[in-house]
């Protein structure tokens, strides 16, 4: 039997690997932390890197915990905690619009799935802010 063609040409020791982000050195085991920016470090960070950044800090901060695809599977919202469910947005504007529509569709979501309450969380980066918007249904009165 002759060679079929099938033949694949096998990398020379060390050639093909992956550098180690720590020491530059070809395959290492060592899981790289963070995102595509730390893999990437000549990337520059988007817009959206950015919100998602402060997605995770904000949810960690209020005692949540971040859901799967910010919301957009099965679980709803951004993240949350026993009580509530949070939406997080980030802007390095000025100004963010927010509509009654989509504070209303956030608050039947939380609702949907248990929560008693609903906040929006908006850091303004440019003014090193962060506004809390708890959603409630008009006539309700909230403790706390």
């Given at each position: 039997m002759?060679?079929t ?5 096998q990398p020379?020791e ?9 020491t ?7 899981q790289?932390?963070g995102g ?9 960070r ?10 995770k ?5 209020r005692g ?6 910010s ?10 905690t026993?009580e509530?469910?949070f ?20 608050w039947?979501?939380a609702?949907?799935s ?6 929006w969380?908006?850091e ?11 959603v409630?249904p ?5 403790d706390?």
């Amino acid at each position: 039997m002759g060679d079929t063609g099938n033949s694949r040409i096998q990398p020379s020791e060390g050639e093909g690997e992956v550098p180690d982000s720590t020491t530059g050195e070809p395959g290492s085991d060592e899981q790289v932390e963070g995102g595509l920016a730390d893999l990437l470090p000549w990337r520059a960070r988007t817009p959206q890197d950015k919100g998602r950044e402060a997605e995770k800090r904000l949810v960690k901060q209020r005692g949540g915990r971040v859901h799967p695809r910010s919301g957009a599977g099965r679980i709803k919202n951004d993240g949350s905690t026993r009580e509530a469910d949070f939406e997080v947005k980030h802007t390095a504007r000025s100004s963010f619009t927010l509509k009654g529509e989509e504070l209303k569709k956030s608050w039947v979501q939380a609702v949907r799935s248990g929560k008693e309450q609903m906040m929006w969380v908006i850091e303004f980066e440019k003014h090193g802010i962060v506004a809390e918007i708890i959603v409630k249904p008009k006539g309700v009165i909230m403790d706390g």
